[in-house]
């Protein structure tokens, strides 16, 4: 029954159930009087049928639909009533069913005027159930995704170290957790992220105007590798009843991307819980808009609701940025492999494609990428901000794929290739460092960002050409080393934004407005990689130092913040706790101090947000829209 049809029946039943009997009967007597007036008229009106022939397209169209024996179709299929006949027979059926419908109606209503109220008022909630239900059945939201086998997923083990020490530390990395949990939760739950000085809810323009959990999601992993599964389980409530994407928000793809739907496939395929990977397809169905430019190189924000696109009014020439465009791989990969869409997969793979055929200057990509004209904005390339990422998921592609992209990994080592001639250098000191190329001319700073390349260059040293892993490995342990230093060399032992390498100055930084430290992960998660793969106990000496520090300078009784100026005994904050730093900053500790076994790398591959996507075991499966994997 149609829902409004439903609602006047409930509405009627109200009625007749507040009415006293002798106002029934003249209700009741009301509306007979009324039905055999519309009967009357209808019946004794003039048949008007053969003035209404230049209605016939419309009546020929429409008549049958409500009851034509007479109906049938031409080859085109168009619906047609045959003969003069059609309209008299048809106009007698039509009378036919009024009256049958009227004598329903008064019947119903002698009935109802018979009922107790206990028996109208138990009518009406039935119809209300009834309409509820069909509101539900309505909103009951995207049809289940088809089923996929789900990659083999090594079961996530305590990962409990053997040394007594490396355990104490780590359970006070899981307490420093529990705190920037616990602090969101009670002020800023909901919001994207907390002010911890405030203590209120916090967010920032690359996720628009809007207050989508992003700290929730961002943390879901961390809390379940960390053993927290009640807080995980409150953070999986939230996410079902009130994720919503379809708000007016204008926001970031990359970060909505690297944070939302990394997470939300990192907990998916950590717990197993389908709505996660249903929000994830959602929300990414949301971000293919932003592909709608004249190249298909994405633009830097989007608006979940409209759908419309542009760029950052900063970015070079109205540019896309490599970093944010070129981060997208690892997610994409996943979503066509759990859907079965391949769209996700063409459009970073288009991407990919229209990258390799363009010019590069010295070999080197530039930061900026107009996606109207496709081509190079300034000529800026940067291994930390707008360009990092970018090479860290060539690399993670190969990975991801099981080593079957061979493409991707092409890609990275010539791309490492150009890096390592034109942006490495050594500074006076000693010190390793990753410049930034601006037109030709090398900046010798390094920024906080750049710092994960330590760990990229560790993680890509078994499989690079020419027999060079132990020199990419060499190569990540002197990145580490020199971010170290730019630790090392502070007030608080926490490293500055970006530090320079020039007029005799080595790992520190010079402008105030370089000084903060923000809560960023960069240096301790190069820390983790090279743990993992040497074993050398000073990596975790360095994170201890660097766990400690935060704990010291930056925890407030309402979580976690960043400060402004490393350099000072007295430092102010900027009171916002970065999701961030729950997804990165505390997972990469807390691996650092775990055994290899928990999320091994034969397993898993981490995205730039330090969300677990476990490695595709393809095997003879051909993504859809893909080429067969070749090795
Ligand atoms: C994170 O959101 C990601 O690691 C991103 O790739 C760049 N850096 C921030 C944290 O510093």
Redesign the pocket.
Same mark, same amino acid.
């Given at each position: 029954m149609p829902v409004m049809s439903l609602f006047f029946r409930i509405v009627m039943n109200i009625f007749l159930a507040t009415l006293r009997l002798s106002e029934k009967f003249i209700l009741l007597l009301i509306l007979s009087a009324f039905i055999t007036l519309c009967f009357g008229a209808f019946f004794f009106l003039p048949d008007n049928s053969k003035h209404k022939r230049f209605d016939l397209g419309l009546e020929d169209v429409l008549i049958p639909h409500i009851d034509s024996p007479k109906e049938g179709k031409h080859a085109s299929g168009q619906v047609v009533i045959h003969g003069q006949g059609g309209h008299d027979e048809h106009r007698h059926s039509l009378r036919d069913k009024i009256r049958a419908d009227h004598e329903r109606a008064l019947q119903e209503a002698k009935e109802k005027l018979r009922k107790s109220r206990e028996e109208l008022q138990a009518e009406i909630q039935t119809e209300k159930n009834k309409v509820m239900e069909d509101l539900k059945k309505k909103d009951a939201g995207p049809k289940p995704l088809p089923p996929v086998p789900m990659p083999k997923v090594v079961s996530v083990s305590d990962g409990e170290p053997p040394e007594p020490d490396a355990k104490e530390k780590r359970d006070k990395i899981r307490e420093m957790m529990k705190h920037a949990w616990d602090s969101y939760r009670q002020y800023g739950w909901g919001h994207n992220e907390l002010k911890p000085l405030a203590k209120k809810g916090h967010s920032t323009n690359i996720f628009g105007n809007s207050q989508l959990g992003a700290t929730i999601v961002d943390a879901l992993d961390t809390l379940y590798i960390m053993g927290l599964h009640e807080e995980f389980k409150d953070g999986q409530e939230w996410i079902d009843q009130n994720l919503d994407f379809g708000v007016n928000a204008e926001v970031s793809v +990359?970060?909505v991307n690297?944070?939302f739907i990394g997470g939300l496939l990192a907990a998916y395929y950590l717990s197993g819980q389908e709505v996660f990977k249903l929000k994830a397809v959602q929300l990414a169905e949301k971000l293919l808009p932003a592909f709608n430019t004249p190249t298909g190189i994405p633009w830097a924000m989007v608006n979940l609701k409209s759908g419309v696109g542009r760029n950052w009014g900063w970015a070079s020439a109205g540019s896309s940025i490599l970093?944010e465009f070129g981060?997208l791989h690892m997610e994409f990969v996943h979503l066509t492999y759990l859907t079965g869409n391949p769209a996700y997969y063409q459009k970073v793979m288009h991407i990919r494609k229209l990258l390799a055929k363009m010019d590069r200057p010295n070999g080197l990509y530039p930061n900026y990428l107009n996606p109207r004209t496709g081509r190079w904005g300034q000529h800026h390339t940067s291994v930390g901000?707008l360009g990092?990422?970018f090479y860290?998921y060539l690399l993670k592609a190969w990975l991801m794929s099981d080593k079957t992209d061979t493409e991707a990994r092409k890609t990275y080592d010539d791309a490492i290739e150009a890096i390592e001639r034109h942006l490495i250098r050594k500074s006076n000191g000693g010190l390793t460092f990753i410049g930034e190329w601006k037109n030709g001319h090398l900046e010798r700073k390094m920024g906080?960002?750049a710092c +994960?390349a330590g760990g990229m260059f560790a993680l890509g040293a078994d499989g690079s050409p020419d027999d060079k892993a132990g020199h990419y490995l060499q190569l990540g342990a002197e990145i580490a080393h020199t971010c170290h230093e730019s630790y090392d060399r502070t007030v608080l032992k926490l490293g500055p934004e970006a530090f320079k390498f020039d007029s005799g100055l080595e790992a520190v930084a010079v402008r105030q407005n370089e000084k903060y430290y923000?809560?960023?992960?960069?240096v301790i998660?190069t820390y983790w990689y090279m743990w993992r793969f040497t074993h050398d106990p000073k990596y975790r000496q360095w994170g201890w130092e660097a766990a400690q520090a935060i704990d010291k300078y930056c925890r407030v009784s309402g979580g976690f913040s960043g400060v402004k100026d490393v350099y000072s005994s007295n430092p102010t904050y900027d009171d916002v706790q970065?999701? +961030?730093f729950l997804?990165?900053?505390l997972k990469y500790l807390y691996l650092l101090f775990s055994s290899d076994d928990l999320m091994p790398f034969e397993s898993w591959v981490f995205n730039?947000?330090?969300h677990p996507l476990p490695v595709l075991h393809l095997g003879n499966i051909t993504l859809p829209g893909s080429e067969p994997a070749q090795r």
């Open positions: +990359f970060e690297i944070r970093a981060t901000g990092d990422s860290e906080h960002l +994960f923000i809560l960023r992960p960069e998660e970065q999701s +961030f997804a990165e900053t730039t947000e330090a």
